[in-house]
């Protein structure tokens, strides 16, 4: 039996949903944009195997970009945490509720 | 072999994205991610991609996982074990992510997908070197150029937001 473009997209879908879930569920900040960059991993392993079973390179260029945007977009998150952090000393998110009421 | 591989990779990918998603400590969560991403390589290999798995891995697991434990460790976070999760927000979430997942789902398996059929050869062009060079140059240069400028634009702001402003009256 071979696998074929719809087991790729299917795990893609299915890790896209773990992250997804992550993202909803947890409280720590920095454990939620870990799981955004699992969601943006499964989209790069869609891309990456719609490129492979159509037998051209644009998907795995669209990936190389994306690539180097995620590493320019987590340090600049994470600098945000760590002034989030400098400002009030937490980072769980039910904690930073400047703005409710 | 081929489909036993990509069993393996894929239930090493997702099982250790939900241990992301459930470890107590935010330093274990770190590490699963490690582990997923390292999944996430080889399925590259099996797909002929083999220079994107290796920047997965020098990018994501040598780079973005580094640093993210080095905030953990640069933010010492006082009772970083999560607390246990409340019974609505586990069962919203879970509805929310399984939502998600089936419509998905249903679009990619309805949706008329014009690759060539399962089993049909296609020629691996992801897997020379060569090709990524003339593509780079030719037709993305314009947008390498775009992603270079980007870089510079991150670090700078990572610059200014890391600095303290000693004279400046802070935004409340």
Same mark, same amino acid.
Do not use: C, W
């Given at each position: 039996? #071979?696998?074929?473009l719809n087991d790729y997209l299917f795990l893609s879908v299915l890790l896209f949903a773990i992250g997804f879930l992550g993202v909803l569920l947890r409280?720590? #900040?920095?454990?939620i944009y870990m799981c955004l960059e699992l969601m943006l991993v499964a989209s790069t392993l869609a891309l990456v195997a719609f490129? *492979?079973?159509?037998?051209?390179?644009?998907g795995?260029?669209?990936v190389?970009?994306i $690539?180097?945007?995620a590493?320019?977009?987590?340090?600049?998150?994470?600098?945000?945490?760590?002034?989030?952090?400098?400002?009030?000393? #937490?980072?769980?998110?039910?904690?930073?509720?400047?703005?409710?009421? | 072999?081929?489909?036993?591989?990509? /069993?393996?990779?894929a239930?090493?990918t997702l099982g250790t994205a939900i241990?992301v998603v459930?470890? +107590?400590?935010?330093?274990?969560?770190?590490?699963?991610f490690?582990?997923s991403l390292?999944g996430t390589?080889?399925l590259f290999? $099996?797909?002929?991609?083999?220079?994107?798995?290796?920047?997965l891995?020098?990018?994501y697991?040598?780079?973005?996982?580094?640093?993210?434990?080095?905030?953990?460790?640069?933010? =010492?976070?006082?009772?970083? =074990? *999560? +607390? %246990?999760?409340? *019974?609505?927000?586990?069962?919203?979430s879970a509805f929310a992510a399984i939502l998600l997942g089936l419509g998905v789902l249903g679009f990619v398996q309805?949706a008329?997908?014009?690759?060539? %059929?399962?089993?049909?050869?296609?020629?691996?062009?992801?897997?020379?070197?060569?090709?990524?060079?003339?593509?780079?140059? #030719?037709? /993305?240069?314009? %947008?390498?150029?775009?992603?270079?400028?980007?870089?510079?634009?991150?670090? $700078?702001?990572?610059?200014?937001?890391? +600095?303290?402003?000693?004279?400046?009256?802070?935004? +409340?």
């Open positions: 039996m #071979t696998i074929g409280k720590n #900040t920095l454990v490129s *492979r079973f159509n037998g051209t390179l644009d795995n260029v669209f190389f970009f $690539l180097t945007v590493a320019a977009e987590v340090a600049v998150g994470l600098a945000i945490i760590v002034a989030l952090f400098r400002r009030r000393q #937490t980072v769980q998110v039910d904690e930073l509720n400047a703005l409710k009421n | 072999m081929a489909a036993l591989l990509f /069993y393996l990779f239930a090493i241990l459930v470890s +107590k400590n935010a330093v274990n969560s770190a590490m699963f490690l582990l390292m390589a080889s290999v $099996l797909l002929d991609a083999f220079l994107l798995a290796v920047l891995v020098l990018v697991a040598g780079a973005v996982v580094a640093l993210f434990l080095f905030i953990i460790m640069l933010l =010492d976070m006082h009772g970083g =074990d *999560r +607390k %246990p999760f409340k *019974r609505t927000t586990m069962v919203a309805r008329q997908l014009t690759s060539a %059929p399962v089993g049909a050869e296609v020629v691996a062009v992801g897997a020379t070197l060569k090709g990524y060079a003339a593509q780079l140059f #030719t037709t /993305y240069l314009l %947008p390498v150029q775009i992603v270079g400028f980007l870089l510079l634009i991150a670090m $700078l702001g990572v610059i200014v937001l890391s +600095k303290r402003f000693e004279g400046l009256e802070d935004v +409340k």
